[in-house]
């Protein structure tokens, strides 16, 4: 039998990512730029994929009380957030002020999934589930720093993915 504390700590991720999903749409219905609409729907995508694997533990835990071995492949964000040299996913132009809010409202978002699955993935038993919840910690991670890199530009921070696009050195020869 599966304890009460773990299906309530799947309840709640379900929950979460719910929400995550809901609000990504929104914010990409209501960007009017289209690499802002892309990057919010890539990470309503990332969220469902997130809800549908949870709940496929959550009903093995409660059928069968074992966990299901899970693999969950890298993200598209997973893999362009290290590698991205360009900055083709900005949002920009007038809506750039007013999608600041939505984008500091994902990477809230972010942040507490983060530490959330981080915190499941210390107190779970079942290697599996400690697998499973420290692979979500990961990929919340990749959506933080995407979300990031969009607040830099906007803001022109000077920086793109933590790395700044400005030198202090002398360009004397």
């Given at each position: 039998m599966t304890d009460p504390e773990t299906l309530a700590a799947l309840a709640t991720a379900?929950?979460?990512?719910?929400?995550?999903?809901?609000?990504?749409l929104e914010f990409a219905w209501n960007t009017r730029d289209s690499s802002g609409k892309q990057?919010?729907?890539?990470?309503?995508?990332?969220?469902?994929?997130?809800?549908?694997?949870?709940?496929?533990?959550?009903?093995?835990l409660t059928q069968s009380g074992v966990?299901?071995?899970?693999?969950?492949?890298?993200?598209?964000?997973?893999?362009i957030v290290p590698r991205l040299s360009d900055?083709?996913?900005r949002i920009r132009g007038a809506e750039g002020q007013n999608q600041l809010s939505a984008l500091n409202t994902a990477l809230d978002l972010e942040r507490s999934a983060q530490v959330f699955?981080?915190?499941?993935?210390?107190?779970?038993?079942?290697?599996?589930?400690?697998?499973?919840?420290?692979?979500?910690?990961?990929?919340?991670?990749?959506?933080?720093?995407?979300l990031q890199a969009e607040i830099d530009?906007?803001?022109?921070?000077?920086?793109?993915f933590g790395?700044?696009?400005?030198?202090?050195?002398?360009?004397?020869?």
């Open positions: 379900v929950e979460a990512e719910k929400q995550s999903l809901h609000n990504y990057m919010f729907v890539r990470l309503a995508t990332d969220e469902f994929e997130h809800m549908r694997l949870l709940e496929t533990q959550q009903a093995s966990w299901q071995p899970a693999s969950v492949d890298a993200t598209v964000i997973e893999r900055k083709s996913l699955y981080e915190e499941q993935s210390r107190r779970m038993q079942s290697e599996p589930a400690r697998v499973m919840f420290a692979r979500l910690a990961e990929m919340e991670a990749a959506h933080y720093a995407l530009s906007i803001q022109q921070t000077g920086f793109w790395l700044p696009e400005f030198t202090l050195e002398s360009e004397r020869p």
